[in-house]
């Protein structure tokens, strides 16, 4: 009889989890699988940080773009002028 009765008390710790187990059974499934899907929702959005990675990335590639091409002409200008002519 002891041993009964000793498992019969619980933690309130165990109290609250089973509170918050009751209130789960209580919604609907559509309530539960829109609070799932925003929490994937959540999980998959893009975050600034990557948003800004990829904004870096296009301009480091259009610099690295431009700079190529700027190289590419000031050295043709160099070339058409002949150092002798002065």
């Known amino acids: 009889m002891g041993r ?17 187990g009751k209130q789960d059974y209580k919604k609907t499934r559509p309530m539960l699988r829109a ?9 998959t959005a893009l975050g600034v ?3 800004a990675l990829v904004l870096a990335a296009i301009l480091v590639f259009l610099f690295a773009f ?3 091409f700027y190289l590419n002409i000031s ?12």
């Open 4 to 20: 009964k009765d000793a498992s019969t008390a619980r933690t309130p710790v165990d109290q609250y989890r089973k509170q918050i």
């Open 35 to 43: 609070t799932r899907l925003k929490a994937e929702a959540k999980k």
């Open 49 to 51: 940080k990557e948003v």
């Open 66 to 68: 431009y700079a190529f």
């Open 75 to 86: 050295n043709e200008v160099d070339l058409d002028l002949d150092p002798d002519e002065n």
